[in-house]
């Protein structure tokens, strides 16, 4: 599986950013889906997934701000991100899960300034 995110970038506090995981696989629809984040000196940190089924599950700082949401019939998965603050600068990640593997997309920058 290839991860391709793209739609990072730099916005204001109190704006929005939808970012975009597009994948090559050939059965999108069995995958777990996640977003992760990283910011500088800090550890990877999952921020939103969604299973194969659709359920979703949100790191508490970013409830009620963050959407991730997917699209089987184009093999991408999205995160709307509102309101956001300066510390959701970090690079973002694409994750996608099947069993026991793992694939990882090349990450995009989110810088929010305040």
């Known amino acids: 599986v290839q991860l391709q995110a793209s739609g990072g970038g730099l916005v204001q506090a109190g704006g929005s950013l939808r970012l975009s995981c597009a994948a090559s696989?050939?059965?999108?629809?069995?995958?777990?889906m996640a977003w992760y984040r990283q910011a500088p000196g800090r550890e990877r940190e999952s921020v939103a997934t969604?299973?194969?089924?659709?359920?979703?599950n949100y790191a508490d700082s970013v409830k009620e701000r963050f959407v991730i949401s997917r699209d089987n019939a184009k093999n991408t998965v999205h995160l709307q991100m509102n309101d956001l603050k300066p510390e959701d600068t970090a690079v973002y990640y694409c994750?996608?899960?099947?069993?026991?593997?793992?694939?990882w997309g090349q990450g995009t920058q989110v810088t929010v300034s305040s």
């Open positions: 969604i299973s194969a089924g659709g359920r979703t």
């Open positions: 696989a050939s059965r999108f629809n069995v995958l777990a």
């Open positions: 994750n996608a899960r099947w069993g026991s593997a793992t694939w």
